[in-house]
């Protein structure tokens, strides 16, 4: 069964640091893999995705992920926060047979001033 | 720019009333996608479906939950009766077979 951890419940960070959200999941076979942000009382927006290709993916807002399939993760990355990037950020692996995604716990990004 | 609608936005009820909530996917979207968040639960799958045929609907309590697609346009979540432990925000998503899920905002439910 495929299954995805996000091992940070809470991160601070401080305005234009850089950010690294960790996501590692289980899966038997190639993976798609995704990256959601919802912002306070709104839906999950798509920050980027991974199908195939290149294991480095570019996204909205400024944001990166990296496909390692030796460690079993997709971690989001930022070079520099701002503060509108607080919110909380889900990781997700797609079943390609069945058609659903499997989600994470999510990981609450605060930005401090 | 396509989105996924749902309605109500917000629904303030009474134990052991029947609720109904709404979504219309986006136009050309095959897969269909009903999810309740809660603070102690996160993000729970309820059903989905393919083609407007329920693929899965394990994560439902089936004893007062019902999802159905009457068309390709509107898909519905009923809940009769509904409990207090049923309050939550529950979100609809559209997508084209494994892609992408486009989120509705959200129905927030609180049952007194």
């Known amino acids: 069964a495929q299954s995805v951890t996000q091992p940070d419940i809470h991160i601070t960070v401080s305005e234009g640091a850089s950010l690294e959200l960790r996501c590692n999941y289980s899966?038997?076979?190639?993976?798609?893999l995704f990256w959601y942000v919802q912002s306070p009382g709104q839906g999950l927006q798509l920050l980027l995705k991974y199908f195939s290709g290149d294991t480095l993916v570019q996204g909205i807002k400024g944001f990166e992920a990296e496909f390692k399939r030796s460690q079993s993760s997709f971690n989001l990355r930022k070079p520099s926060v701002h503060w509108s990037d607080a919110a909380e950020y889900f990781c997700a692996v797609g079943n390609t047979n069945a058609g659903k995604s499997t989600f994470g716990d999510g990981t609450t990004l605060t930005v401090k001033p | 720019d396509a989105r996924v609608t749902q309605t109500p936005r917000h629904k303030v009820t009474e134990m052991g009333q029947e609720v109904t909530m709404r979504c219309q996917p986006i136009?050309?979207?095959?897969?269909v996608f009903w999810y309740r968040q809660t603070m102690m639960q996160g993000l729970e799958l309820l059903a989905y479906?393919?083609?407007?045929?329920?693929?899965?609907d394990s994560g439902m309590p089936k004893d007062r939950f019902s999802a159905e697609m009457p068309d390709a346009t509107l898909a519905t979540l009923k809940i009769q009766p509904s409990e207090p432990r049923d309050s939550a925000v529950y979100f609809c998503?559209?997508?084209?077979?494994?892609?992408?899920?486009?989120f509705g905002p959200g129905t927030r439910l609180t049952v007194l």
């Open positions: 136009l050309g979207h095959n897969t």
């Open positions: 998503a559209s997508g084209y077979s494994t892609d992408t899920q486009y």
């Open positions: 899966y038997g076979a190639t993976p798609y």
């Open positions: 479906f393919r083609n407007r045929a329920p693929l899965d």
